[in-house]
């Protein structure tokens, strides 16, 4: 079974960083990409960032380019997502999420992909 365990969210102000963390089981996680989501009130859950082995990418959402960055740590069978320069609007839950091959999704190159997911942490940012 494959799990996604998410930890990091909280509060903070604006223009400070958090740090969410994605530990992964039950996958081969090197055949995997894993991103995150993104999921305000009342909103759809779009996807912010992913990372993948199999070829190599990286993907990021145009409004986190810059502040956001993705990385993976084969060994522990994590990613992380270090997030500076928060701003009110990156305020949600955010869900790990895992998929096999590449992060062609979050460039809108494919658009029907199973996931896997995680139970999700919330990220508060107050202005």
């Known amino acids: 079974e494959v799990q996604l365990v998410e930890s990091g969210g909280g509060v903070v102000q604006a223009g400070g960083s958090l740090r969410l963390s994605c530990a992964a089981s039950g996958l081969t996680f090197d055949d995997y990409a894993i991103g995150w989501f993104r999921q305000a009130p009342g909103e759809e859950r779009d996807g912010v960032s992913c990372v993948s082995v199999t070829d190599g990418s990286t993907a990021y959402a145009d409004s986190v380019k810059g502040r956001f960055t993705i990385s993976r740590d084969n060994a522990k069978n994590t990613v992380y997502l270090q997030m500076n320069s928060l701003k009110p609007e990156d305020t949600g839950v955010y869900y790990c999420?895992?998929?096999?091959?590449?992060?062609?999704?979050?460039?809108?190159?494919?658009?029907?992909?199973?996931?896997?997911w995680g139970q999700g942490t919330q990220v508060t940012v107050s202005s």
């Open positions: 999420a895992a998929n096999p091959g590449t992060c062609a999704y979050y460039t809108g190159s494919v658009t029907n992909i199973q996931f896997h």
